[in-house]
Each structure stands twice: as structure tokens, then as C-alpha cells.
């Protein structure tokens, strides 16, 4: 069984920075992309980033220049750098991986980390 936590959430005052982590842990064949999603409350869920296992980032708009997203694979880890955070930036964080195990491919979710910017 596969399982995917995230980590480095918290309360941070506005233009501070936080590191996200998340590790994949289980019998795992190998790992596709790895990306990062957010939801606020009373909005849906969105991906903030996503990065292949060849290296190739994609972010949304709203974070490009501030939040950086890298990935280990010989560690099974994805990590999230968020600079110059703004309260608009607070919500739920959750980790997704698309992981190849013995009983084929799917995307497997963490159960989020709470990110607060607020002074």
C-alpha cells in the first residue's frame, strides 16, 4: 500500500517563505508527475504545481516567480518552496503523485497541510 505525507505547514506573516515536503512510501514501481493543490475554504481545489519526473515545471499564474517546486526521485519526494507569500496564498495544501505500483497506475493523495499567511 502505497502512502503520500506532506509535511512544513503553518502560520507564516505575509512576504515570508515556507517549504512544503511530501514523501511517497510503499511498494512503489515508479513515480510519474508529482504536483502540489491547494484549496481555500469555500473554494474548490486547485493545482498550484506540478513537475515531471523528467524535471518539466508547470505553475499556475498567481504563484510563478514565488514558488519554486522540486523533486527527488532517488527519495520519492516532492517539495514546494513558497516565497513572498500573501494572504490570498492560505488554504489546505495537498500533494498528489502518480504512482506505478504491482496493481497499476494511479494518483495517490495526502491528506494536506495547513498554509496561513497573516499578520
Known amino acids: 500500500q502505497v502512502q503520500v505525507v506532506e509535511s512544513g505547514g503553518g502560520l507564516v506573516q505575509p512576504g515570508g517563505s515556507l517549504r512544503l515536503s511530501c514523501a511517497a512510501s510503499?511498494?512503489?514501481?515508479?513515480?510519474?508527475?508529482m504536483g502540489w493543490y491547494r484549496q481555500a475554504p469555500g473554494k474548490q481545489r486547485e493545482l498550484v504545481a506540478v513537475i515531471s519526473s523528467g524535471g518539466d515545471t508547470n505553475y499556475i499564474e498567481s504563484v510563478k516567480d514565488r514558488f519554486i517546486i522540486s523533486r527527488d526521485n532517488a527519495k520519492n519526494t516532492v517539495s514546494l518552496q513558497m516565497n513572498s507569500l500573501k494572504p490570498e496564498d492560505t488554504a489546505v495544501y495537498y500533494c498528489n503523485a502518480d504512482i506505478r505500483t504491482q496493481g497499476g497506475r494511479r494518483g495517490s493523495w495526502g491528506r494536506g497541510t495547513q498554509v496561513t499567511v497573516s499578520s
Open positions: 510503499g511498494i512503489i514501481y515508479s513515480i510519474y508527475s
